[in-house]
């Protein structure tokens, strides 16, 4: 169904190059099929089709061409056996859950985790009988004595939202494998440029495409990476439940991993820069960024990870209200629930991404009344410092 690829190509390499099967006008770009289903030749073919015999098309909620083009150039991207791609980065996360947890089971998660998350685990999930327990993602050590006779996955971000904390997924792994867990990193902020969780040992792998992966703020897009039994798993419970990825915004989505690997190292050039000018500002407590040494987990970044990425997290003085006028100062950056643009963007994550934590979660997984989050774009770095700058003395 897709044109072949020699298996020595390159990762980036197999992003551009892996696409749908040309059609008869022999288009050079990957055609967009949007169809809700597909026909078929007589009704043997289609009972064939119905019975899994063949890897005939049905119909779009369950696998489109344009869906498997991005589907295949991510599993290239991540070495991953199979994928399945979701409508939204959450429902990539929600699909991820539900295909293995039932009622009486335990789930381990790390505390840092992005707000919608957190209101999956603690709000949905026990619901339907489904326990938790969250823990310090900085201290792995404390995850083996956390785990139950029936925990059955380990949910991590690495680096999280927002606070930029990581965890070193080798030692993880080998806590997982010994009590036979499964263990699902939500890779979001890496991008499989920057990060390999599978190459780890890790069973599944989330992302939310909206962001980097997209990179314009265009669509939304989400996907659940691993191996194919556990991916098998996933795509029975959202081929029955829905959460589709629209054609338009797969093949939308499979262009732009044709530059992800050129954008993700400008992202992360511009961001460790913007991190480095502004470490000793006096307007901030502190500035967090996982290639910057003084970062907590720089050991562990540089570890597994072959760049930083494109957040850049700090701490204002003068807390909440600051924070405040800090982004009402700004000329340049964006205000918008997003990251991962070509545009730099900037969030407070206390009076938005995060406001539905009490204020005690908020500080228990890092998120203090000034942090500021930096999406750092692809404009000129110069002019993204100066707009940081300008807006840190017009805000004191």
């Given amino acids: 169904m897709k044109k072949k690829n020699k298996p020595t190509y390159h990762p980036e390499t197999q992003a551009i190059r892996i696409q749908s099967e040309r059609t008869s006008h022999m288009e050079h770009s990957g055609p967009l099929y949007l169809t809700s289903s597909f026909c078929y030749e007589d009704a043997e073919a289609m009972r064939a089709a119905f019975a899994d015999e063949t890897d ?10 344009s869906v498997q083009e991005f589907i295949d150039r991510m599993c290239a991207l991540e070495g991953a056996e199979s994928g399945f791609a ?5 429902s990539a996360v929600f699909g991820s859950f539900m295909a293995f947890l039932k009622t009486g089971d335990h789930l381990l998660s790390s505390a840092s985790v992005f707000g ?23 201290k792995p050590e404390s995850v083996e004595a956390l785990i139950k ?5 380990i949910f991590v971000e690495t680096p999280s939202n927002p606070g930029l904390d990581l965890v070193d997924l080798e030692a993880l ?5 010994r009590h036979n867990v499964i263990i699902n990193v939500d890779n979001c902020f890496a991008t499989p440029v920057l990060q390999k969780p599978l190459s780890l040992g890790v069973d599944l792998v989330t992302h939310s495409a909206t962001k980097w992966i997209d990179g314009q703020g265009r669509v939304l897009g989400g996907i659940v990476l ?18 589709a990825l629209s054609p338009f915004n797969a093949w939308v989505l499979s262009r732009a991993l044709e530059t992800l690997h050129v954008r993700m190292e400008r992202h992360s050039g511009s961001a460790l820069a913007l991190a480095t000018a502004l470490e000793g500002n006096p307007h901030l407590e502190w500035v967090k960024y996982p ?4 970062h907590p987990q720089h050991a562990i970044a540089k570890k597994q990870m072959s760049g930083g990425g494109g957040i850049v997290c700090f701490e204002l003085k003068g807390g909440l209200e600051r924070g405040r006028r800090f982004l009402d100062k700004l000329e340049l950056l964006s205000l918008t629930a997003n990251l991962g643009d070509s545009r730099s963007i ?8 995060h406001a539905k934590l009490s204020e005690a979660e908020r500080l228990n997984v890092g998120i203090t009344p000034g942090l500021i989050r930096i999406s750092v774009g692809l404009e000129h770095i110069g002019d993204i410092l100066q707009d940081v700058q300008q807006a840190l003395e017009a805000s004191k």
């Avoid at 005939?56 to 061409?65: C, D, G, K």
């Avoid at 957190?118 to 489904?130: A, E, Q, R, S």
């Avoid at 006779?149 to 996955?153: A, D, E, H, I, Q």
């Fill in 56 to 65: 005939a098309y049905i119909y779009t909620r369950f696998s489109n061409p």
């Fill in 346 to 353: 900037a969030s407070h994550p206390a009076s938005t991404t």
């Fill in 291 to 294: 290639f910057l040494p003084s």
């Fill in 226 to 243: 691993g191996r194919k039994e556990l991916v098998n798993e996933v795509y029975a419970f959202c081929r029955s439940t829905g959460p």
């Fill in 149 to 153: 006779p029936n925990t059955k996955m």
């Fill in 173 to 177: 792994v080998s806590i997982a494998k």
């Fill in 116 to 138: 919608s998350t957190h209101t999956v685990i603690t709000k949905f999930l026990p619901k339907w009988g489904i326990e938790h327990t969250y823990f310090d993602l900085t």
């Fill in 86 to 90: 979701t409508a939204s980065g959450m």
